[in-house]
């Protein structure tokens, strides 16, 4: 038989180690690499300025606290105002500026309980938060303050206000009192003591 030209031979050498060279590629091919986990998705965040005129990532919603706020009235008493504590004042006469009655305090004070505990008394005033000063007097020394000298609210339940540091919101019996330092009042036993001492006197 006759042998082909050594060129063709050659070429023939080279088109046989090409097809095998592709065909070890194809099955030696490394499978896939499997898909990553989707990462979660961050939160979102507007963009604020800075006083450099950067965007600076904040929140986009934020949370704010309530201010406390005046209770107007119950069905026993209606709120009379903002009023300075009078304890240290010799003009006072060195008294409270609700007297004549009982006090209470607890961490747990609402304007309820407060005026629960004053039942019946002429003024019912809450200070400091969590003090509950109940009387048949409203010192006259006692002055009305703008309502946002009042500002704490009840160690309770903080959506009501409940007086300040020496400051008070008082509260006063629908009955009706009169206010001043000796004042008489026209509900409880300081009522009843009045009026036996008038008898005693002879005016009536």
Known sequence: MAQLPQSLTLL????LFIFS???TATAQ???SSPTSPTSPTSPTFAASSTSNGQANPVPATTSSTALPTILPSTASYTYLGCYNETTGDADAGNVRAIAGGNMTASNDMTIEVCLSF???AAYAG???ARECWCGTDLNSNSLKLPDANCSLGCSGEGGDVCGGSLKLTVYQHKAG???G???VSTTGTGFILWIVGALLAGFI
Do not use: Q, R, V
């Open 118 to 120: 004053c039942a019946g």
């Open 21 to 23: 060279f592709i065909a």
């Open 126 to 128: 809450l200070e400091y």
């Open 177 to 179: 009192s009169k206010s």
């Open 181 to 183: 330092a000796g004042a």
């Open 12 to 15: 023939f050498i080279i088109t």
């Open 29 to 31: 091919t490394s499978p």
